[in-house]
C-alpha cells in the first residue's frame, strides 16, 4: 500500500509544480523587458542603443527604436 501512497504524492506535488514549470519553460513576453541592456538598432544612423535608452516609435505596428529624437524625427519625415 506505500506505493500508492507514495504515487499519490508524486502525483499531488507534480500538480502544484505542473504551473510553476509550465512558466518556467514558456519564455513570457515580459522576457524582453527583463532584458533592458539589450541592444538595439536604429535604423536612422544604423547605431546601436541600448534599449533602455533609447527612444521608441510605433511605425506600422512595428516598434523602432532611435538614438535621439533627431533620428526619430528623421524616420518620421521620411
Ligand atoms: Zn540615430
Known amino acids: 500500500m506505500r506505493v500508492v501512497l507514495i504515487l499519490f504524492w508524486l502525483a499531488a506535488v507534480l500538480a502544484l509544480l505542473a504551473p ?3 512558466r518556467l519553460t ?3 513576453l515580459g522576457a524582453r523587458a527583463a ?3 539589450e ?3 536604429d535604423p536612422v544612423c544604423n547605431t546601436y542603443v ?3 535608452r533609447a527612444l521608441s516609435r510605433v511605425d506600422g505596428g512595428e ?3 532611435f ?3 533627431e533620428c526619430a524625427r528623421r524616420a518620421a519625415s521620411g
Open 50 to 52: 541600448v534599449k533602455s
Open 63 to 65: 516598434v523602432r527604436y
Open 20 to 22: 510553476v514549470l509550465r
Open 35 to 37: 532584458l533592458p541592456d
Open 26 to 28: 514558456q519564455r513570457p
Open 39 to 41: 541592444l538595439v538598432k
Open 67 to 69: 538614438c535621439s529624437a
